[in-house]
């Protein structure tokens, strides 16, 4: 079982930079993927990035790629995700999970334990 706690999210103008973090608790955090997904227009989940269970594989939506940056630190147990250039169209609330699988997986339904999230405002 993993616990994961969000923080990190804040109100900031478009252009500007946010780090989240997402801390996790309970066993075996390094035998975990880490995904960070946000909530889309209609409620969905929709994914942002993936880091695997060593770091070496790194992913990213498209939307995302070349402005997020996400890493790992697991003596710390926790999760990354490093935000510049940030866009009006990145305001919503964002979600780490854990996956047991390999990938990781960039599937919302691919996740076995979910944060409750961190709100994430730029403005124009």
């Known amino acids: 079982q993993v616990q994961l706690v969000e923080s990190g999210g804040s109100s900031v103008q478009a252009g500007g930079s946010l780090r989240l973090s997402c801390v996790a608790s309970g066993r075996a955090f390094e035998n975990y993927g880490i995904g960070w997904f946000r909530q889309g227009p209609n409620n969905e989940r929709e994914f942002v990035s993936a880091i695997n269970l060593n770091g070496r594989v790194r992913k990213y939506a498209p939307s995302v790629t070349g402005r997020f940056a996400v890493s790992r630190d697991n003596a710390k147990k926790t999760v990354y995700l490093q935000m510049n250039s940030l866009e009006t169209e990145d305001t919503s609330v964002y979600y780490c999970?854990?996956?047991?699988?390999?990938?990781?997986?960039?599937?919302?339904?691919?996740?076995?334990?979910w944060g409750q999230g961190t709100r994430v405002t730029v403005s124009s």
């Open positions: 999970a854990a996956a047991i699988s390999e990938g990781p997986p960039v599937e919302d339904h691919g996740y076995d334990y």
